[in-house]
């Protein structure tokens, strides 16, 4: 089976701080992404990677960014929360070696920015 | 612009029914098209992906018109335990999915 685990499941942080919240998968994807899911507007990307150390955006970039520096693990930060990115946070990886793009999730993290 | 249109519900139906679920997407490129399930304060799961020609797994159907890009899902013999959200989704590039903001199925005894 697939596993994504992510670092925490609740943070709670303060306006300015800066976070880092981790993802890890355990099935040697080359796809890892980075979801937001807020009511009324769904999961809306981030950023990905295909690659050890690529990143491309997503729809919503801005106050965001990423690391990836080995293939299981990849990181989001936000340099400096804000109480607009208090969210469900979800990780997904996918490979391309089968042809699917099906994304397995982490159990997400749900972030409180104060 | 990239987007997948489900009617969010909720759909609230008797154990047994059958209860059906449509999704529109904007992008005719899209080559993959999948239905997740989400349960509350969980994360999504891969329910089923869905194929041109049709397909089936149990007691769930799932279809697919690209020439109206229309993907339906339907459930027969509704259990309890279906009760959750239903995300339509689509593939959008390299490896990304447009997740549409989900369908929410409670099934009542």
């Known amino acids: 089976d697939v596993k994504v685990t992510q670092s925490s499941r609740y943070l709670v942080k303060r306006t300015g701080e800066k976070v880092f919240l981790e993802c890890v998968q355990d099935?040697?994807?080359?796809?890892m992404f980075w979801y937001r899911q807020d009511p009324g507007l769904g999961l809306r990307l981030i950023y990905f990677?295909?690659?050890?150390?690529?990143?491309e955006k997503g729809d919503i970039p801005e106050g965001y960014s990423v690391s990836r520096e080995k293939k299981e693990r990849f990181s989001l930060i936000l340099e400096s929360a804000s109480t607009n990115q208090t969210s469900m946070y979800l990780c997904?990886?996918?490979?391309?070696?089968?042809?699917?793009?099906?994304?397995?999730f982490g159990p997400g993290t749900r972030l409180t920015v104060l | 612009r990239k987007e997948v249109e489900q009617d969010p519900g909720p759909f609230n139906v008797p154990e047994g029914a059958t209860v059906a679920f449509n999704c529109t997407y904007s992008?005719?490129?899209?080559?993959?098209f999948f239905w997740y399930r989400q349960d509350c304060r969980k994360e999504p799961k891969l329910l089923m992906s869905v194929y041109s020609s049709g397909n089936e797994d149990g007691r769930f159907t799932a279809q697919l018109n690209r020439a109206s890009q229309y993907i339906s899902l339907l459930i027969r013999d509704s259990k309890l335990s279906d009760s959750a959200t239903y995300l339509c989704v689509v593939n959008t590039g390299y490896s990304t999915l447009t997740f549409g903001k989900g369908t929410m199925l409670l099934v009542s005894p």
């Open positions: 992008n005719s490129a899209s080559q993959s």
């Open positions: 997904a990886s996918s490979t391309i070696t089968r042809k699917t793009d099906t994304q397995y």
């Open positions: 099935m040697d994807h080359e796809n």
């Open positions: 990677s295909y690659d050890v150390k690529m990143k």
